[in-house]
């Protein structure tokens, strides 16, 4: 089974940064952030290939957000920079079957963290 443990939530002013972290009890996986605001259906951020090869966002964060990965550690990061209060949300991440390409829909993930908030304050 594979572990999923996100860290680095908090709080941040608009236009201010932040970065949040995945770590898998194993390698060798594609990974993804998602979040998930109150009322709301959970949503894709981003996404990463296993080998760190393959990067995709959606529009709402492009430019805004990076994805990295330490492959070595398992790790897996989200750069958070110009936030903006509609960014607040519960960030979950998730690792998932690799491919030439990752990808930015949930059924695709098959191992999912409990999550982390992020809070932008206006």
Known sequence: QVQVT???????????SL???????TGDY????????PGKQREEVACINWN????????????RFTISRDSAKNVMYLQMDNLKPEDTAMYYCAAGTNW????????RY????????VTVSS
């Open 100 to 107: 030439r390409e990752c990808h930015l829909q949930l059924e």
């Open 110 to 117: 098959d191992y999912w963290g409990q999550g982390t908030q």
């Open 30 to 37: 594609d990974m993804a952030w998602f979040r998930q605001a």
């Open 19 to 25: 970065t949040i972290s995945c770590r898998l009890s």
């Open 6 to 16: 996100e860290s680095g939530g908090g709080t941040a002013e608009a236009e201010g």
């Open 52 to 63: 760190g090869e393959s990067r995709r966002y959606v529009d709402s964060v492009e430019g």
